[in-house]
């Protein structure tokens, strides 16, 4: 997955805190062995390999799961969310390497082996066949959210329910600190001097999904593409903005974000409000101009003045914990 994963969790002692940290880190060591698509050695990458040969091929639980529920969530957004886009996303993340757009008659190529339909799942058999060649899946939209939870699955099977698991920006959270209403967490505002002020929300036992382009984006001929790409047009995404989504878990926020910044506000707000538990709160500049919207059920995550709770930052290049003496603390990166 490429990306540094962080916990925080509360523990009755150093002992306990570090063999459960020891065991969380080993799962993430596990998933990326499965779902990385940077590891040619992957089962992910693996499976790519066998596209357009008519082989089915048996999945193990976890890349089954996640192709499932990525599937799902295709289905119902039309394509806006299509893990088959990895031939398109790769040009991309060359092209913000070089500094230059991808090439037109490339992404053209790669256009033609994105579609949801193109991955044809068993459920009977837990198969997958790729039926085009040179397709290739890409599982960064949802990968880390499924990893988050299952960090939370091993601190709880060890008797620790109150942690927080961060990874590239996204977040699942168990339950909150002793005495606390839930884990403070900052909205990060956009970077102009003119976007909104930062605000704080509060989550216990779900999970928080960011997507924009803040970060990763290519800048050509003063048009700014972002990383995200809309699977129907094979373009990075040129609306700068901001989606943020709380969900039942880590998987479905971290899926979701993407899907909301693809569809964009109207269609992606109705997404969230027919998705149960989901939340969304989205700022986007079209035009220069910041246009901000959430959904109905966002509100009441915001943090009020009687609050008070752990502090942390959703803004990866900003996160800080404050540690009591009972937090275990650790910052790694999946392999």
Sequence with gaps: ??????????????????????????????????????????????????????????????????????QKLAEQTDGAFDVTVGPVVSLWRKARRENRLPDAAKLAGAKELVGYRKLRLDPKRH????????MRLDLGAIAKGYALDEVLKILRSRGITRALVSGGGDMAAGDPPPGKKGWRIEVAPLDMTNAPPARFILIANAGLGTSGDLFQHLEVGGKRYSHIVDPHTGLGLIDHGLVTVIARDGITADSLATAVSVLGPEKGLTLIEETKGAAAHIVRVPAGSIEASESSRFKGFYETPETDSARVGSNPQRNKFRAPKIVQTRDERAR
């Design 127 to 134: 198969t997958a066949q790729l039926g085009v060649p040179y």
């Design 1 to 70: 997955m490429g990306l540094p994963f962080r916990i925080v969790l509360y523990a009755p002692d150093r002992s306990a805190a570090e063999a459960a940290a020891r065991a969380a880190f080993n799962r993430i060591g596990e998933l990326n062995d499965i779902l990385s698509d940077y590891d040619t050695d992957s089962e992910l990458s693996r499976l790519s390999q066998t596209a357009g040969s008519g082989q089915s091929v048996r999945l193990s639980d976890e890349l089954w799961f996640v192709l499932e529920r990525s």
